[in-house]
């Protein structure tokens, strides 16, 4: 199937190609057809199977035709990162449209959003808290509505934001075309899914599996050397961008702080900062400016950076579907990308959990020469213990140098030249170059 075959308009198609798109993905084989009939449309598909094209490419084409000046598409996403790449996606598809798209969300001044809105714009892109201001306000008018996407609905579940999104629905016109995509379907999903969608088609590509493009591997290591293996993983591993995943913010920003004082190009993305910072942390992510970004969940949701090559769960997630979610930013559309995991005893059912969602068993491996027995420093020891889930009200202790750093040093200057060997058929035995030494 080639992108011609939908019938899109001209300009839709050019851009299509300007974009690089030869053919198009599953999800966009299945779902343009359907959306562009005008059907409702529930698309399960997780992040990385080109899901943002597959609802924009029908949106433009229908907005071609028909009256400008007014709100006519309304995408609902869960952070203000991937609002940002759906505009993004939306400037670039519909570079030669003249349709214009604007962003809706919180940490950044209302007025300047007040005011773009004033002027006028035919999409919509927008977090439900700051949506639902503007629509308290009147300074959005969505009466004239045609087309709503809830994207990542799971991920809105998650983040609570669903009474947000029912309180929302009251204020749109019941004749309209809905489309809603999420990775995973809990129940309060499908119930989302049965009061605003009508007669919808169901498309889902992958189920709920990863992406067959990317590997998976588990390292096993104590606690308090996950940060002394991680660098020594990075400086063994061929690498483009590197993802790295922790379970807390504050963890986020150690673990982005030492990557920085061991040389690394490294930020972290984590609900703390403000939005102009996390903006300048995911474009210098996206640009290549940081080699490496620490991530919390929340904070990585959509992220969309072509060149991921990895994702390091320095912190297992909590959920087989949070695996999902954060491995899918690797491995994306035809592009390869390793998966790894450092592990430690308490992530046991975890680690059974995510072998039965990727259907078998994980590669346990090792690093050659890694001192796994370097004892536990008696003090200093932040990152020794699990993550605390909830330090709400009380500071945590801080001590002036990590345990990882007071081991690195040590354990990073003996080491000869080392080899590590990926997993996968395909690429078993082949040998991987040192990468990204700082
Ligand atoms: P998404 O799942 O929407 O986040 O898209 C993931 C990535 O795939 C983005 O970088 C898109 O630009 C890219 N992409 C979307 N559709 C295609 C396509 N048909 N061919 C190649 N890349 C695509």
């Known amino acids: 199937m080639v992108f ?86 939306i400037g670039n598809l519909g570079r030669d449209s003249r349709i214009r798209s604007i962003t809706v969300y919180g940490g950044v001044n209302a007025n300047t959003q007040i005011a773009k809105l004033k002027q006028g714009a035919e999409i919509v892109v927008a977090c439900p808290g700051r949506l639902l201001d503007h629509i308290g306000q009147g300074t959005v008018d969505l009466s004239r509505l045609e087309v709503l996407v809830l994207d990542e609905a799971d991920q809105m579940f998650d983040m609570g934001f669903l009474p947000d999104i029912r309180r929302i629905m009251k204020h749109l016109p019941r004749q309209r075309q809905t489309l809603l995509f999420s990775a995973t379907m809990p129940d309060e999903i499908r119930s989302l899914a049965r009061s605003v969608l009508n007669d919808p088609v169901t498309v889902q590509v992958g189920k709920t599996a990863p992406a067959v493009t990317v590997s998976h591997a588990l390292y096993p290591v104590d606690p308090h050397l996950k940060t002394a293996l991680l660098l020594e993983l990075l400086r063994r591993t061929d690498t483009e961008s590197v993802l790295v995943f922790t379970r807390t913010k504050h963890r986020a920003k150690r673990l982005g702080e030492q990557l920085v004082k061991a040389g690394y190009r490294a930020a972290s993305l984590q609900g703390n900062l403000s939005q102009s910072r996390r903006q300048a942390a995911l474009d210098g992510f996206r640009d290549g400016t940081f080699q490496i970004l620490v991530a919390t969940d929340i904070a990585a949701r959509g992220i969309d950076v072509t060149q991921i090559s990895h994702v390091i769960n320095y912190d297992i997630p909590n959920t087989t579907d949070a695996y999902i979610h954060r491995i899918g930013r690797t491995g994306r559309v035809a592009r390869t990308g390793d998966a790894y995991t450092l592990v430690s005893g308490d992530d046991t059912d975890m680690v059974r959990g995510i072998e039965r969602i990727l259907g078998g068993p994980v590669d346990r491996r090792t690093v050659p020469d890694f001192d796994y027995n370097a004892p536990a420093p008696r003090k200093n020891n932040e990152f020794a213990r699990e993550p605390r889930q909830h330090t709400q009200g009380r500071k945590t202790a801080r001590p002036k140098h990590s345990a990882a750093q007071k081991n690195t040093p040590a354990q990073l200057s003996t080491g000869k030249p080392k080899t590590i060997w990926r997993s996968g058929d395909h690429q078993r035995g082949q040998r991987l170059r040192s990468g990204i030494r700082p």
Do not use: W
């Open 4 to 89: 011609s075959d939908f019938q899109l308009a001209t300009p839709i198609l050019k851009a299509v190609t300007l974009c690089g798109y030869t053919e198009p993905t599953p999800i966009q084989e299945q779902t343009i057809p359907p959306i562009m009939l005008g059907r409702d449309v529930m698309g399960l598909a997780q992040t990385g199977t080109g899901k943002t094209a597959a609802f924009v490419l029908p949106i433009l084409n229908r907005l071609m035709q028909g009256s400008r000046g007014h709100v006519r598409a309304l995408v609902i996403a869960p952070t203000r990162e991937l609002a940002e790449q759906i505009h993004e996606a």
